[in-house]
């Protein structure tokens, strides 16, 4: 079946550094991607999507480019804040048998001052 | 504000127990799914609706769990006869009809099985 791999559980970080979280995945159908972020007792919320291969969408400040050769969706922001500590979960849209959103395991960040 | 209610947002039950957990979805979304994130933040799909009709479960689901999304009435789950394992976020979350419209999500109701 369909699965999402995030490779990093926690990645720790200082203000204002670059990030990069990973995301592949495995479908045999065409790819529908999310990026999902859930700060602590808050409901997961949509950060970005997207279905076009190597073209980069973006929302508040962080980036993804869906690349189907490779089968990625890594989420990159080029400064992070502090505001930024929380999970990230790619997610897939698996239309097969029904309709779910296959998701990753999740990435922490945490930002450091 | 766009919102999927859930009610509670805590619930304590002894095992052995009945568990129901209620979700208002998004107005005029057809389709409602039901999620459990663990202790480690995984998510696991449950069942899902478009509207009264379910779509897919897991084999989970169809032993100790019920769900049901009844026709102007929030949608609910109940686990039959809690266990300890059950203990986590259950969320509920709702979309328009396609793969590319992406689940709006509800803040969720925690379960401890105590």
């Known amino acids: 079946g369909d699965s999402v791999t995030q490779t990093e559980g926690l990645v720790t970080l200082t203000k204002g550094l670059p990030v990069m979280l990973n995301c592949t995945y495995q479908?045999?159908?065409?790819?529908?991607l999310f990026w999902y972020v859930q700060h602590l007792n808050e409901a997961p919320k949509l950060l970005l999507k997207?279905?076009?291969?190597?073209k980069r969408t973006e929302h508040q400040g962080f980036y993804a480019t869906l690349h189907k050769s490779s089968s990625s969706f890594h989420l990159q922001k080029s400064s992070v804040q502090l505001s930024d500590s929380a999970l990230y979960f790619c997610?897939?849209?698996?239309?097969?048998?029904?309709?779910?959103?296959?998701f990753g395991s999740g990435t922490r960040l945490l930002v450091s001052p | 504000n766009s919102k999927v209610i859930q009610t509670p947002r805590y619930l304590v039950k002894g095992q052995g127990q009945k568990a129901k957990m209620r979700c208002i979805p998004e107005?005029?979304?057809?389709?409602v799914f039901w999620y459990q994130q663990n202790k480690n933040n995984e998510f696991k799909f449950l069942i899902n609706?478009?509207?009264?009709?379910?779509?897919?479960q897991i084999d989970m689901t169809e032993k100790r769990f019920s769900a049901e999304c009844p026709s102007n009435s929030p949608c609910s789950l109940e686990i039959q006869s809690s266990e300890a394992g059950d203990s986590a976020l259950y969320l509920c979350?709702?979309?328009?009809?396609?793969?590319?419209?992406?689940?709006?999500f509800g803040e969720g109701t925690r379960l401890s099985v105590l």
């Open positions: 979350a709702s979309s328009l009809r396609g793969y590319n419209q992406a689940p709006l």
């Open positions: 479908t045999t159908y065409s790819p529908f």
């Open positions: 997207s279905s076009t291969d190597n």
């Open positions: 997610a897939l849209s698996d239309w097969t048998g029904g309709y779910k959103v296959v």
């Open positions: 107005k005029g979304h057809p389709v």
């Open positions: 609706f478009q509207n009264q009709e379910v779509l897919q």
